[in-house]
């Protein structure tokens, strides 16, 4: 059964880079049938869809974070990450990985999320 | 971009009760790709419903999808005690993706 965790600093200085990284376990970061996704939650409020990636590389991310955002697959440790730059209390959120199912190409949601991670942003 | 909108923004029921949440979409969603999601204070979301209409693996069948055009309800027939929560939709028809800004079922 597939399981996700969330690891990395939680606490990261104003301007400063956010680094976080989702371990897959129980299945393989290279297959064919998931996308792997960022997405944060500021405390009280709604979800927020980071980015996506496919075990190819290719990436699709927010463009309201896109100039900030870096999203990468590492096959050796079937881990991928999630780099945010120049970040600010806006940045303080749960952040939560996840995978979304796809058959043929087809996407049916994301159907494993990993706990969550808490970051807050503050000097 | 995809705006969601949810309504209401919070649902005060009993146990027992119906529940009727609404997801409004600014646009078309391409194939139905709008889901739910239920969340619980301190928890990560889960998939309730995908492509609208089909429950997730393990979903209870209390739980139900319908669309019509570009509005999105999900159905909570008989409300259980541990149905009480935040509840997300989300469409992945397009990037980027997008969620609405909730819905809280809370016990009256």
């Known amino acids: 059964q597939l399981q996700l965790q969330e690891s990395g600093p939680g606490l990261v200085k104003p301007s400063e880079t956010l680094s976080l990284t989702c371990t897959v376990s129980?299945?393989?970061?290279?297959?064919?049938?998931?996308?792997w996704v960022w997405i944060r939650q500021p405390p009280g409020k709604a979800l927020e869809w980071i980015g996506s990636i496919y075990y190819t590389g290719g990436t699709y991310y927010n463009p309201s974070l896109k100039s900030r955002v870096t999203i990468s697959v590492d096959r050796s440790k079937n881990q991928f990450s999630l780099r945010l730059s120049a970040v600010t209390a806006a940045d303080t959120a749960v952040y939560y990985c996840a995978a979304e199912w796809r058959d043929f190409g087809r996407p049916y949601g994301m159907d494993v999320w990993g706990h969550g991670t808490t970051v807050t942003v503050s000097s | 971009e995809i705006v969601l909108t949810q309504s209401p923004g919070t649902l005060s029921l009993s146990p027992g009760e119906r529940a009727t949440l609404s997801c409004r979409a600014s646009?078309?969603?391409?194939?139905?790709?709008l889901a739910w999601y239920q969340q619980k204070p301190g928890q990560a979301p889960r998939l309730l419903i995908y492509?609208?209409?089909s429950r997730a693996t393990g979903i209870p069948d209390r739980f139900s999808g319908s669309e019509s055009g570009t509005d999105f309800t999900l159905t909570i027939s008989r409300l259980e005690p541990e149905d009480f929560a935040v509840y997300y939709c989300q469409q992945y028809g397009s990037f980027p993706y997008t969620f609405g800004q909730g819905t809280k079922v809370e016990i009256k």
């Open positions: 492509g609208a209409s």
């Open positions: 646009q078309s969603i391409s194939s139905s790709y």
């Open positions: 129980g299945g393989t970061i290279s297959s064919s049938h998931y996308y």
